[in-house]
């Protein structure tokens, strides 16, 4: 018969048996610390977490429409989130504009860049006005500060004043024949379509201006859509008109802002046109928005309804796909009157 296998020696089971015993006890010790100081501890987390996710002072500033004719007055709207009860300090605003701009602020005359005081409680609201000179577009800052005996809050919003007494782009011919070749812009190049090509409609094209301000991940977004002006395309470019012919290639000129504290992400805008049969056109998905980013449309359609005054309606985000700080600034119209 062969050798049985030799036996552990007992030593080591006595080691191992000792060892699983110290471990238990080592436990056991940590399981009775942690229960005594179970209470404390979970203060201090529970603390911890409160302060991570803890909304900060913020100033939010939000105005009606941002896109607005020059010399037209606004009215601003103030909210100070998460100030303290017993700070004190006083609140100021500015306007970032240069010398070829005039600005208006409360009723009054202010100097670009000059703080204007707002008294020390939260100003409910203020107006501006801005005339602009040279160019069509011209965005502003407005700049709201709260200056605290022990704290600092800044916030902007972005406005861009229309100078409708400056043509969107340069002029033309208007008398030319409309059978020419016909060329359309895009955002990176032109695209020519010659008379029998088949020209879709609707149709648009799009230019996106950046605000450059950072998304508060605590914020809200608010689309915000401001038509700009109704008339047409002749030979390319847009043209402003109140009254068009049914032959006419209408359009409408309009800004999609992000008048929020967080970005959008991705969207889209419906139009309600006024053809002979009532179209309803849905954009492609849009770009994501930060802050005071916002994008200039120009949307053309043929076939508009004749003989009458008629509507053309948009609606930025229909579904509420987003929760914003205000879903009434999300739709606007353009009026034609047809002949």
């Given at each position: 018969?062969?050798?049985?296998?030799?036996?552990?020696?007992?030593?080591?089971?006595?080691?191992?048996?000792a060892g699983i015993l110290a471990v238990i006890f080592a436990l056991g010790i940590s399981v009775?610390?942690?229960?005594?100081?179970?209470?404390?501890?979970?203060?201090?987390?529970?603390?911890?977490?409160?302060?991570?996710?803890?909304?900060?002072?913020?100033?939010?500033?939000?105005?009606?429409?941002?896109?607005?004719?020059?010399?037209?007055?606004?009215?601003?709207?103030?909210?100070?989130?998460?100030?303290?009860?017993?700070?004190?300090?006083?609140?100021?605003?500015?306007?970032?504009?240069?010398?070829?701009?005039?600005?208006?602020?409360?009723?009054?005359?202010?100097?670009?860049?000059?703080?204007?005081?707002?008294?020390?409680?939260?100003?409910?609201?203020?107006?501006?006005?801005?005339?602009?000179?040279?160019?069509?577009?011209?965005?502003?800052?407005?700049?709201?500060?709260?200056?605290?005996?022990?704290?600092?809050?800044?916030?902007?919003?972005?406005?861009?004043?229309?100078?409708?007494?400056?043509?969107?782009?340069?002029?033309?011919?208007?008398?030319?024949?409309?059978?020419?070749?016909?060329?359309?812009?895009?955002?990176?190049?032109?695209?020519?379509?010659?008379?029998?090509?088949?020209?879709?409609?609707?149709?648009?094209?799009?230019?996106?201006?950046?605000?450059?301000?950072?998304?508060?991940?605590?914020?809200?977004?608010?689309?915000?859509?401001?038509?700009?002006?109704?008339?047409?395309?002749?030979?390319?470019?847009?043209?402003?008109?109140?009254?068009?012919?049914?032959?006419?290639?209408?359009?409408?000129?309009?800004?999609?802002?992000?008048?929020?504290?967080?970005?959008?992400?991705?969207?889209?805008?419906?139009?309600?046109?006024?053809?002979?049969?009532?179209?309803?056109?849905?954009?492609?998905?849009?770009?994501?928005?930060?802050?005071g980013d916002r994008i200039e449309y120009i949307l053309a359609f043929d076939d508009?309804?004749?003989?009458?005054?008629?509507?053309?309606?948009?609606?930025?985000?229909?579904?509420?796909?987003?929760?914003?700080?205000?879903?009434?600034?999300?739709?606007?119209?353009?009026?034609?009157?047809?002949?």
């Amino acid at each position: 018969m062969a050798d049985e296998e030799p036996g552990r020696p007992i030593w080591i089971t006595i080691l191992a048996v000792a060892g699983i015993l110290a471990v238990i006890f080592a436990l056991g010790i940590s399981v009775f610390q942690l229960a005594t100081r179970g209470s404390d501890r979970v203060s201090e987390i529970t603390a911890g977490l409160g302060g991570l996710f803890e909304r900060n002072e913020r100033i939010i500033l939000s105005v009606d429409e941002s896109a607005i004719n020059s010399k037209d007055e606004v009215t601003l709207f103030v909210e100070h989130r998460n100030k303290s009860a017993d700070q004190n300090g006083v609140y100021v605003a500015l306007i970032d504009c240069d010398e070829e701009a005039t600005a208006i602020l409360n009723d009054e005359e202010v100097a670009c860049n000059e703080e204007i005081g707002l008294g020390e409680e939260t100003p409910e609201s203020f107006t501006v006005a801005m005339q602009t000179e040279n160019l069509r577009y011209t965005d502003i800052p407005v700049i709201v500060r709260y200056v605290g005996e022990d704290n600092f809050v800044e916030t902007d919003t972005l406005l861009t004043i229309v100078n409708t007494d400056i043509a969107s782009t340069p002029e033309e011919d208007e008398t030319a024949d409309e059978d020419e070749t016909v060329d359309k812009e895009t955002d990176d190049e032109v695209v020519t379509d010659t008379e029998d090509s088949e020209e879709a409609t609707p149709q648009y094209v799009t230019v996106k201006r950046y605000g450059g301000r950072y998304s508060d991940p605590n914020g809200t977004p608010d689309l915000q859509l401001s038509v700009t002006e109704s008339g047409i395309i002749r030979n390319g470019n847009f043209r402003e008109r109140s009254e068009v012919q049914e032959s006419d290639r209408a359009a409408v000129s309009f800004t999609i802002s992000n008048a929020g504290t967080k970005e959008t992400g991705t969207w889209y805008f419906i139009a309600l046109l006024p053809t002979g049969e009532t179209y309803y056109f849905r954009s492609d998905n849009q770009e994501n928005l930060l802050p005071g980013d916002r994008i200039e449309y120009i949307l053309a359609f043929d076939d508009i309804e004749g003989n009458r005054e008629t509507e053309l309606y948009l609606y930025a985000d229909p579904t509420d796909s987003m929760t914003e700080l205000s879903e009434t600034n999300n739709v606007d119209e353009a009026v034609y009157y047809v002949r």
